[in-house]
């Protein structure tokens, strides 16, 4: 995955010219007749290199989709479109992820989109859609770092989709049970087995989860590390077992809801094993392998042939963590592997990740808690493709294209991982396109 400079910072000099326009469609037919090599096989011949084009400007919000439409032979043939951000309380990400979502499902028939957040909450607030305001759907569902007023109008397209013959689902894939709508589940997971005694026992399983999680969180980690939390894991890893044996069920709804349960049981095995990991390396893969696990159940067993928007971390969704040295001052102290390294194993040229950067303004933390993020450094992944003349950059870096004029993705090159610490990486191993937002400022929390 290589691209040419980003021209000066001028938006006269941002075109899309004719050659890589047909590079781009030569490309979507190829991935159509097939996948491409993986990682690992021959570098190409020296006269090629991996490139793209020119950055595409593409506006924070409104109603013309002009400024999308060269997504239409891009995506040809992606079955996984997974837009990242390297922090999750920016305004301007969650407006324009919002933009390109309702593009996918309107215009390339992408009917899932699969949150970072609990798949029971994600999947309890997907059946209730016809029945809650836009906000309660957002609130009861995804992690509160995306409980903002930008995403309002992207669930209320969640759920008068519910209404139509086409419906949009929301779903989930992380293994953490963060947020409400708990009560109900040890009831659901008991309803999904058959025995009567070893419902009973699944009740009193998962409502002694539940328990132990509204704990504090060092007393939460000390239960889990004790040899009573790790034989909760072998009873979720028995469960999970259980409803893989049973026969499937006669309604696609009993079904989705039979793979939902098996799912959250395999969740908390995960994050049971996350929370007692005995290095930080560990603590990541532990609950990324799980994620990746999730989210191919999603995609081939809840919801089989249907194309998914994923939206999650740009650190989950990239393809190669472990060769990014980490920083250690700060978490993850050690490089470990994650979720997108799986997910592009198994679905090579099917799966296209686009990393969200922002060039300079503000940002909320987890916590809500606004700091700056400086004008990007000379050289930097943000500061090539920053242009004051637009909302934000595009640059597709997945294709080949004979005879490149500048190949800066192919070398290591520095990226803020939240907007303030910078780590170094090769861009081109990481993503299959880059968007660059050029001022940012913190996410509205909901009313």
């Not at 004790?226 to 890893?237: C, H």
């Not at 042939?305 to 001052?329: C, M, T």
């Not at 592997?337 to 997910?343: D, L, Q, V």
């Not at 520095?414 to 993503?431: F, S, T």
Request: charged share 25%; with cysteine; hydrophobic share 40%.
């Amino acid at each position: 995955m290589r691209m040419l400079k980003c021209p000066a910072p001028c938006a006269e000099k941002v075109v899309w010219f004719l050659g890589c326009w047909l590079c781009a469609l030569a490309f979507s037919a190829c991935a159509a007749e097939g996948p491409v090599p993986s990682r690992g096989t021959p570098e190409p011949e020296a006269s090629e290199i991996r490139t793209a084009g020119q950055p595409r400007s593409i506006s924070l919000q409104g109603d013309d989709d002009s400024d999308l439409q060269f997504l239409v032979p891009l995506l040809q043939g992606k079955r996984i479109v997974q837009l990242g951000e390297n922090t999750h309380g920016i305004h301007e990400y969650n407006l324009i992820k919002s933009r390109i979502v309702r593009f996918l499902h309107e215009r390339l028939g992408f009917n899932v989109l699969a949150f970072e957040s609990s798949p029971y909450q994600c999947y309890l607030a997907d059946l209730r859609a016809s029945n809650l305001s836009a906000r309660s759907m957002l609130s009861s569902s995804v992690f509160g770092v995306w409980h903002t007023e930008a995403l309002v109008p992207l669930f209320e397209t969640l759920q008068d989709s519910h209404r139509s013959d086409r419906v949009f689902h929301l779903a989930g894939f992380d293994v953490q049970p963060i947020g409400p709508n708990k009560a109900g589940r040890p009831k659901f997971l008991a309803q999904q087995v058959r025995d009567a005694s070893y419902a009973e026992e699944v009740l009193a399983l998962d409502a002694q989860f539940l328990d132990v999680y509204s704990r504090s969180g060092s007393a939460r980690r000390s239960f889990f590390r004790s040899e009573e939390g790790q034989e909760m894991a072998y009873s979720y890893d028995r469960l999970a077992e259980h409803l893989s044996s049973l026969s499937e069920a006669a309604e696609p709804e009993a079904q989705r809801d039979r793979s939902i349960a098996r799912k959250t049981a395999r969740s908390m095995a995960w994050y049971i094993r996350q929370q007692s990991a005995p290095t930080t390396a560990d603590y990541v893969e532990r609950r990324d392998e799980g994620m990746a696990e999730n989210l191919i159940q999603l995609v081939e067993e809840l919801y089989p042939g249907e194309k998914v928007v994923v939206w999650g971390h740009n650190f989950h969704l990239r393809y190669d963590n472990l060769a990014i040295q980490p920083v250690q001052s700060m978490f993850p102290d050690e490089a470990a592997r994650t979720m997108g390294s799986w997910i592009h194993d198994r679905y090579g040229s099917e799966v296209y990740t686009v990393g969200l950067y922002a060039y300079q303004g503000q940002a909320a933390d987890n916590r809500g808690q606004v700091f700056e993020i400086s004008p990007a450094a000379e050289g930097s992944l943000e500061e090539r493709l920053f242009d004051p003349a637009v909302d934000a950059a595009f640059l597709d870096i997945s294709q080949t294209v004979p005879d490149g004029i500048e190949a800066w993705v192919q070398e290591p090159v520095r990226a803020r991982y939240d907007g303030r610490v910078e780590l170094e990486m090769v861009p081109a191993d990481q993503y299959d396109a880059i968007l660059v937002v050029g001022h940012a400022t913190p996410r509205t929390p909901l009313e």
